[in-house]
């Protein structure tokens, strides 16, 4: 499965302020030289239909439609947010591979029995469980493989679920530009087009060694496969820098106690996770997400590294009491705890070391 979370960043900020729905919103990545230069990081649906579109310059965004919403990218906030729902989708599978901000990868073949049909019904339970906890919509592509996984998921958007399988495979390629294809790109159709390739079917018939002429040994073949629907490279985890697990509170509420009883229960998973792992942490946080959809996180760095489940649970309820002892007004409808600073842990040494 390929999940990619629609319109990400425009999404979130439609969450935090619900006066923008229906209008076009633009976020952007301002430079700070003038009030209008920088490029658009994102655009929800309805500033596209103006023609706006992620890496457009700001000022060029603003003539094509002037009367939309232009807000500054909170990369913190949406990272934030991005963490929570890559844990719910690492519930899925062991096999997983966030890579982006916005997109993973999530290996169900052992959990679908290899059913393309049960495969389907994960998606539906992940599109699910994202948008009950996180009030986001998200568009998977299942294939069977990553490259088409990833471009089923752009097939139907926004909250769409497309479902390639095997043989089904060549005729979804047929409706595709050579550009489509993931990794290949503008230019290289291009270069194509000028030795007569200009579809997919012509690239799957072409001569791997004229294509390795063109473009080198592996990517003239990789470009060949790709045209196959061929893709052998592997979902894997990148290293993971942290670990976090978020809950639903049962009703929503100020009282620092219950939000702290029901994290033990987290900080005990946590703790498992980082002996499964082998590594020791130094930053225990919390995270709080308030009814209205508002998210904080208060951290602190231990003197030492450490498994320990002890140490999460004292840190979290230290961290927990000072923010609520703060703010008294908070209504908390989601909460976290989180480990972080990872080393690998001191470990005595064996005679066969010395040898």
């Known amino acids: 499965m390929h999940i990619d979370l629609d319109y990400f960043y425009a999404q979130l900020e439609e969450l935090r302020k619900p006066e923008l729905k229906g209008k076009p919103v633009v976020v952007c990545m301002f430079s700070g030289r003038t009030q209008d230069s920088g490029a658009v990081a994102t655009a929800n649906y309805r500033a596209r239909e103006f023609g706006v579109h992620a ?12 009367n939309a919403v232009f807000l500054p990218a909170d990369r913190e906030h949406y990272s934030e ?6 844990d719910l989708l690492r519930e899925f599978s062991e096999k997983f591979e966030q890579v982006g901000i916005d997109e993973a ?6 959990q679908s029995g290899g059913s393309f049909p049960e495969a389907r019904k994960i998606a539906e339970g992940a599109k699910k469980k994202i948008l009950e906890e996180e009030k986001v919509t998200c568009s998977v592509g299942i294939g069977p493989n990553k490259l088409i996984a990833k471009m089923a998921s752009s097939v139907k958007k926004p909250d ?22 993931h990794g290949v790109g503008e230019k290289t159709a291009e270069l194509l087009k000028e030795k007569g390739i200009s579809n997919i079917p012509q690239l799957a018939q072409a001569n791997v060694a004229e294509l390795q002429g063109l473009f080198g ?35 929503n509420t100020s009282d620092c106690e219950k939000v702290f009883s029901e ?3 987290l900080a005990r998973d946590l703790a498992e996770k980082a002996l499964k792992n082998r590594v020791s942490f130094k930053t225990v946080s919390i995270i709080l997400i308030s009814d209205k959809l508002e998210t904080v996180t208060r951290s602190k760095t231990l003197e030492a590294a450490t498994q320990e489940e002890h140490k999460i ?3 979290a309820r230290e961290l927990f009491t000072e923010f609520f002892a703060a703010q008294k007004g908070f209504v908390a409808r989601r909460f976290g705890v989180r480990i972080s600073n990872f080393e690998e842990p001191k470990t005595q040494k064996s005679l066969s070391d010395f040898s």
């Open 263 to 265: 994290s033990k229960a």
């Open 313 to 315: 649970i004292d840190t």
């Open 217 to 251: 040994e592996n990517r003239g073949r990789i470009i060949h496969e790709k045209a196959l629907g061929m893709d052998n490279s592997e979902v894997e985890e990148r290293e993971k820098q942290q670990y976090s697990r978020i809950a639903t509170l049962k009703e």
């Open 160 to 181: 769409g679920l497309t479902v390639i399988a095997p043989a089904t495979v060549t005729d979804f390629l047929r409706s595709k530009r050579i550009s489509d294809l």
């Open 81 to 86: 947010v991005s963490s929570r729902i890559m």
């Open 55 to 66: 890496g457009m310059p700001i000022a060029f965004a603003k003539r094509k439609a002037p």
């Open 105 to 110: 990868y999530v290996d169900v073949t052992r």
